[in-house]
């Protein structure tokens, strides 16, 4: 089973800054990767799978790219509703997720 | 438009079971397995397993093997998860989620939760 270890636990970042968030696995997931966001009592919402493609309706201020065992999600200009959770997950086998970056505000 | 629509919240002693259901609209119920996900309060999701919604055959993920269970009425489009010998750490909100079309486990679907509160 891949372990996701995602840094920085957290980003203190202001509106209009860019984002970068990392995903690393232990082992490699090719590019079966996702990216969700997370807001407060809310269920997660997709925003990329197969490390790189935008789920449907997602901005395009919002990509990811990597493979294998690193990966990473940018925000290019940071949107106040931007601010939330944001989790890994691979489905290489079996499905995990990593433990979480709080995007907030500075 | 697709829904997953869960039962609500439950609060549960030390030892009981529960079981979480999972109803299903917009889409053929059989065209695509289901997900179950944990969250515990400030954690991450955690992945309990899946079941093959055409055939029932569940696969459930290591650490979740035995006191969970997932099942099916697929007369009514619904899922179900069981969870037995119910312990603190059982705690959490529990989705049922569903996959893109091409994919079982990119989740974008997913059920409102169910609270399962484990407490003496």
């Known amino acids: 089973e891949s372990v996701l270890t995602q840094s920085p636990d957290t980003l203190s970042l202001s509106p209009g800054q860019r984002a970068t968030l990392s995903c690393r696995a232990s082992?490699?997931?090719?590019?079966?990767l996702a990216w969700y966001q997370q807001k407060p009592g809310q269920a997660p919402r997709l925003l990329i799978y197969?490390?790189?493609s935008r789920a449907t309706g997602i901005p395009d201020r919002f990509s990811g790219s990597g493979s294998g065992t690193d990966f990473t999600l940018t925000i290019t200009r940071l949107e106040p509703e931007d601010f939330a959770v944001y989790y890994c997950?691979?489905?290489?086998?079996?499905?995990?997720f990593g433990g979480g970056t709080k995007v907030e505000i500075k | 438009q697709v829904q997953l629509v869960q039962s609500g919240s439950e609060l549960k002693k030390p030892g009981a079971s529960v079981k979480v259901s999972c109803k299903t609209s917009?889409?053929?119920?059989?065209?695509?397995?289901m997900n179950w996900v944990r969250q515990a309060p400030g954690q991450g999701p955690e992945w309990l397993g899946w079941?093959?919604?055409?055939?029932?055959?569940?696969t459930y993920a290591q650490n979740f093997e035995g006191r969970f269970v997932f099942s099916l009425d697929t007369s009514i489009s619904t899922a179900y998860l069981q969870i037995s010998g119910l312990k603190a750490d059982d705690s959490a909100v529990y989705y049922c989620?569903?996959?893109?079309?091409?994919?079982?486990?990119?989740?974008?679907?997913w059920g409102q939760g169910t609270l399962v509160t484990v407490s003496s």
């Open positions: 989620a569903r996959g893109i079309d091409g994919s079982d486990y990119v989740i974008v679907y």
């Open positions: 917009g889409y053929t119920f059989t065209m695509f397995g």
């Open positions: 079941i093959n919604t055409r055939t029932g055959k569940p």
């Open positions: 082992q490699s997931v090719s590019s079966y």
């Open positions: 197969d490390a790189s």
């Open positions: 997950q691979q489905y290489g086998s079996p499905l995990t």
